[in-house]
C-alpha cells in the first residue's frame, strides 16, 4: 500500500493504481472532474496512463454552484 | 416597434441575455435551473471545489442540472486571495470544460469585505490572458485599474456596485459611468445588485450587462425574483437605448395642455 494526500487529506491506495481506477474507485467515473497531481493538471486522455506514487498530492475538482 | 437591440459581444461571441447569473446559494440543484431559466440568463458562473470524496456516489452535480450544451458555463475563482490559486482554479476549470476559455477571474483582499485586491488580480489577468483565456474580470470601480485590466486584454471589465452579497446596489454611479464611458469592452456590475430596481440603474447608466447571484438566490422566491431581474435588465438596456430626458429643478413643462383651463392658474410670483 502506498500513501497520498487526496484533497488534502491521507488516504492509502494500493500501488500501481492509474488515476483512471482511482476515480472508479470513488465512483467518480463518468463526472466532469479535473485531477491535479502534485500541482500540475493531468489531462483527460493521460488518466488512464498516470499511475499514483507513494506520497503524491492529488487533487479532484468539480464545478459547484456559486457567483 | 423599436428597432432590435444589438447582442451583447463577449470574447467574440454573441448573447441575447444582458443579465449573467450565480449558481451559489440555492436550495437545491433543481431550484438553481428554474431560477436560471426564468432569468432568461445564457451565461452561468460557477465555483472549482474540491469534490466531497467519499459522498459522491450517484449524487446529482450542478453541470448535469445546468449542461455545458445549453448554457455558457463561466467557472470562477471566488474564494481565492491571490493570483497563483485564482490562475491554478481556472486551469483546472478549463480541464474540467474540456477547454473552455471564458473565465471570470476574481482575487478578494479581505474575506470580512470580499473587496477585490486588485493588485494580485492585475497579475492573474496578465498570466491567464497569455495563456488564451477570455478573461472577465471582477473589479473595483477604479477607472484607472479598469483600464490597465482592459489593456492586459481582459474580454470584460466587471466592476462592483457595491461589495459582494451586501445588496447594497449601486453606490457610486458616478466611477460606473467614468468606467462605462472610457472602455472599449464590454463593462458589466458584478457584486452589490439587491433588488430588480439596482439592475435597471446599471443599465440604465450604460452598462453592457448584470452579473448578479445573491439578489436572486437569497429572495423570498427566487425563481420570481430571477425572471424580475430579466426583465429589469431589458427595462434599463432599453431606457438607455431610448435616451432619457433631461432632468430639471422645476417641472415648467406640464404634460396636459396649459389652455383652456376652467379656473385660470395662480399666479406664484409673489
Known amino acids: ?67 | 416597434m423599436a428597432p432590435k437591440d444589438a447582442p451583447l459581444v463577449i470574447a467574440g461571441r454573441s448573447y441575447t441575455s444582458r443579465l449573467l447569473v450565480g449558481t451559489g446559494k440555492y436550495r437545491d440543484f433543481e431550484q438553481t435551473r428554474s431560477a436560471v431559466l426564468a432569468s432568461g440568463a445564457e451565461i452561468v458562473t460557477v465555483a472549482i471545489r474540491r469534490t466531497n470524496i467519499g459522498q459522491t456516489a450517484g449524487e446529482p452535480s450542478l453541470l448535469e442540472a445546468l449542461p455545458p450544451e445549453e448554457f455558457t458555463i463561466l467557472p470562477n475563482t471566488a474564494g481565492c486571495y491571490n493570483a497563483a490559486d485564482a490562475v491554478r482554479t481556472l486551469r483546472l476549470a478549463r480541464e474540467l470544460l474540456d477547454g473552455h476559455r471564458l473565465v471570470k477571474l476574481e482575487v478578494l483582499g479581505d474575506p470580512e469585505t470580499l473587496f477585490p485586491n486588485v493588485v494580485e488580480t492585475l497579475a492573474a489577468a496578465r498570466t491567464l490572458v497569455a495563456d488564451g483565456f477570455d478573461v472577465m474580470v471582477y473589479t473595483s470601480d477604479d477607472p484607472i485599474v479598469a483600464r490597465q485590466l482592459e489593456d492586459i486584454g481582459c474580454a470584460a471589465i466587471m466592476p462592483l456596485a457595491s461589495l459582494i452579497g451586501s445588496g447594497m446596489g449601486i453606490v457610486n454611479p458616478w466611477n460606473l459611468s467614468i468606467i462605462i464611458d472610457r472602455a472599449r469592452v464590454p463593462v458589466l456590475v458584478d457584486a452589490g445588485v439587491g433588488t430588480a430596481s439596482d439592475a435597471t440603474i446599471a443599465m440604465e447608466l450604460g452598462c453592457d450587462g448584470v452579473l448578479t447571484n445573491t439578489a436572486i438566490a437569497a429572495a423570498g422566491d427566487p425563481v420570481r425574483m430571477a425572471a424580475a431581474m430579466g426583465m429589469a435588465v431589458r427595462a434599463g438596456r432599453e431606457a438607455y437605448l431610448s435616451g432619457r430626458m433631461p432632468r430639471k429643478t422645476y417641472a415648467a413643462s406640464p404634460s396636459s395642455p396649459a389652455g383652456g383651463l376652467l379656473t385660470p392658474e395662480p399666479d406664484t410670483r409673489a
Open chain 1, 1 to 67: 500500500m502506498i500513501t497520498v494526500i487526496l484533497n488534502g487529506a491521507a488516504r492509502a491506495l494500493e500501488e500501481g493504481l492509474s488515476l483512471a481506477a482511482l476515480l472508479e474507485l470513488l465512483t467518480l467515473t463518468g463526472k466532469r472532474v479535473a485531477v491535479e497531481r502534485n500541482g500540475e493538471i493531468v489531462a483527460r486522455s493521460q488518466l488512464a496512463s498516470v499511475r499514483v506514487a507513494d506520497g503524491d498530492r492529488l487533487e479532484i475538482v468539480v464545478a459547484v454552484g456559486g457567483g
